[in-house]
């Protein structure tokens, strides 16, 4: 009977020194190390985060790349136009004043540099002129697009040939029937409505009234230019009357005009 007890004893302190033995084994073996994510406030291994910390940078980066990519392409769509947000200028009575405004400012500084450079700049039709350059210029700003150098190129090149090709033909017309009043006047303005039709130039019937400025000069025996009247004070005339028209009403949309979503 001792005998037993005593093999039980035994046993049961075998069993004991096992347990602490494999205890003692089991906490001297190296763990790996936890950390506290910042995003869900879980623990998670060091490598897993460090992993997450490198995928959340690189998501970052892509957003803001994408983010700059986006907002320079709408920079872009917004200097071509496309995007660009259409003003209100006040109805027809304020667009209205607002022609009136352009035209006047164009006509004083065309008078302002003919007296400064001392040679003639302006001449009656460019009043007719003025006035289609500074509506078309007022629309234009409207849109936001009264600086847009593709139109203002078409306006220029459509306008400036109708004027030059009808000038010149008038000027030749002169030149070989002389001074006879009637047939010089029918054949100008004939002469210009064929030039522009048959030409690359939009019909721009102001071409009409510089044709028939030459042919009263003419007419008057006075001293006439030669086909340099086409291009001065002709052609240039016509194309600083297209820019000043176009940089006024460009300003003035921008101080008085409110924009529509």
Partial sequence: MARRTLRRCGVCALLCLAAVSRSSLTW????????????TGLQVPSSQLQ???????SLGKTVLKNTWLRSLLVGRQ???????????????????????????????????????????????????????????AVQEAKQGKSLDASSMLKVAAEAIVGVAGACALTVGTARLLGGSPSVLRAL??????????????????????LCALFVERVVAKGPLPGFEYALFPCSIGVALLLISTRVLASVLARLVGKSQA
């Fill in 28 to 39: 001297t073996t190296p763990t790996r190390r936890l950390q506290t994510s910042t995003f």
């Fill in 51 to 57: 992993k997450l910390e490198r995928t959340s940078r």
């Fill in 78 to 136: 917004s200097r071509g136009g496309d995007a660009v947000l259409s003003k209100d200028l006040g109805g027809k009575v304020g667009e209205g004043l607002l022609v009136s405004l352009v035209a006047g400012l164009s006509v004083f500084a065309m008078s302002r540099l003919q007296l400064a450079i001392h040679k003639q700049v302006w001449v009656p039709p460019f009043g007719a002129i003025v006035l289609i350059f500074a509506t078309q």
């Fill in 188 to 209: 100008a303005v004939s002469f210009a409505s064929l030039w522009m039709t048959f030409s690359p130039a939009s019909f721009f019937p102001p071409a009409g009234a």
